[in-house]
Nanobody, 122 residues
Framework: QVQLVESGGGLVQAGGSLRLSCAASGNIFSINTMGWYRQAPGKQRELVAVITSGGSTNYAVSVKGRFTISRDNAKNTVYLQMNSLKPEDTAVYYC????????????????WGQGTQVTVSS
């Protein structure tokens, strides 16, 4: 089994910064892609940013230039530095690990964290 544990959410004023962390643990052999998604009340879950094990990144247009995703492959940990936060960034942020290879099974899986609340006040 694999667990994703997120931390770093909270309440911040508009223009402020937060840093989210997500650590994956379990019988992990490798993780191809890690990333962050978010879901605001009444809206669908959307991609925020993803990063591959090779360092390639992809960002939602709405966060480009403000958010930075990074990753420590040795620790199976992904980070999201969020700067210049806006009220519209308010959402539950979910960590995602995709194309996870386990040490015990020849297959690939996808996992989600439990989510962490980010609230940006105006």
């Amino acid at each position: 089994q694999v667990q994703l544990v997120e931390s770093g959410g909270g309440l911040v004023q508009a223009g402020g910064s937060l840093r989210l962390s997500c650590a994956a643990s379990g019988n992990i052999f490798s993780i191809n892609t890690m990333g962050w998604y978010r879901q605001a009340p009444g809206k669908q879950r959307e991609l925020v940013a993803v990063i591959t094990s090779g360092g390639s990144t992809n960002y939602a247009v709405s966060v480009k230039g403000r958010f930075t995703i990074s990753r420590d492959n040795a620790k199976n940990t992904v980070y999201l530095q969020m700067n210049s936060l806006k009220p519209e960034d308010t959402a539950v942020y979910y960590c995602n690990a995709d194309r996870v290879r386990l040490t015990t099974v020849l297959a690939e899986y996808r996992y989600w964290g439990q989510g962490t609340q980010v609230t940006v006040s105006s």
